[in-house]
């Protein structure tokens, strides 16, 4: 069975801060993305990594994809409010399924 | 910009009820997929479908069914609603092609009583 953990799983900072979270599998996935979840809202496409060693950067946020593509890192550059959310990182497997993480919940403090 | 709309934000419904939870997408996606998401278990795939008229059991496809008649319509059906069976429901599509990302619906938050 094919696994993602992500870590950590809840995470409260304050505003400024710089924070990073884990996504980890024993598993190679051919390409992985990154989702943020608002509360009563549905998951929301971030950024896809397709390349070992791949880094995408997004405004204060910073995405890696392992060499070995078994794992990622998000990492957010003086958090704000605005990121508060769940973080999702999903492993897509060459075909039409796509394994998802149980999330990282962030809560950024004024 | 795609959207995918699902048809109750909230549902509160009695166990033993036959619940319908709808979703339309208007991207033209071959792929459609239903997910249950519970705190701490992430999302799980409960049946995907690649076609009209075709579909995939997913991971936790006990208990649910579902019903792609049209590309653009996933239905999934609880036949005998269960209070297991509380959760958020989230629709996604994608394109045809592998690997790409899926775009969700908003949920609906379903409750059994």
């Known amino acids: 069975t094919q696994l993602l953990e992500q870590s950590p799983q809840f995470l409260s900072i304050q505003e400024g801060e710089n924070l990073t979270v884990y996504c980890n599998s024993s598993?190679?996935?051919?390409?992985l993305q990154w989702y943020r979840q608002e509360p009563g809202e549905g998951p929301v496409l971030l950024v896809t990594v397709v390349t070992g060693g791949e880094v995408k950067k997004l405004k204060r946020l910073t995405f890696q994809f392992g060499d070995a593509r078994k794992d990622s890192s998000l990492h957010i550059t003086a958090a704000q409010p605005g990121d508060t959310g769940l973080y999702l990182c999903a492993g897509a497997t060459g075909g039409f399924k796509t394994i998802f993480g149980a999330g990282t919940r962030l809560f950024v403090k004024a | 910009d795609v959207k995918v709309t699902q048809s109750s934000r909230y549902l509160v419904k009695r166990t033993g009820e036959k619940v319908f939870l709808e979703c339309v997408q208007d991207?033209?996606?071959?792929?459609m997929f239903w997910y249950r998401q519970d705190p701490g278990l992430g999302l799980r795939l409960i049946y995907f479908?690649?076609?009209?008229?075709?579909?995939e059991k997913g991971d936790i496809p006990e208990g649910y069914s579902v019903s792609r008649e049209k590309k653009e319509r996933f239905s999934l059906i609880l036949e005998s609603a269960s209070t297991n069976q509380t959760s958020m429901y989230l629709c996604a599509t994608s394109d045809i092609r592998v690997d790409q990302p899926q775009h969700f619906g908003d949920g609906t938050r379903l409750s059994i009583l």
């Open positions: 991207m033209d996606h071959e792929n």
């Open positions: 479908s690649y076609d009209v008229k075709m579909k």
């Open positions: 598993s190679v996935f051919s390409s």
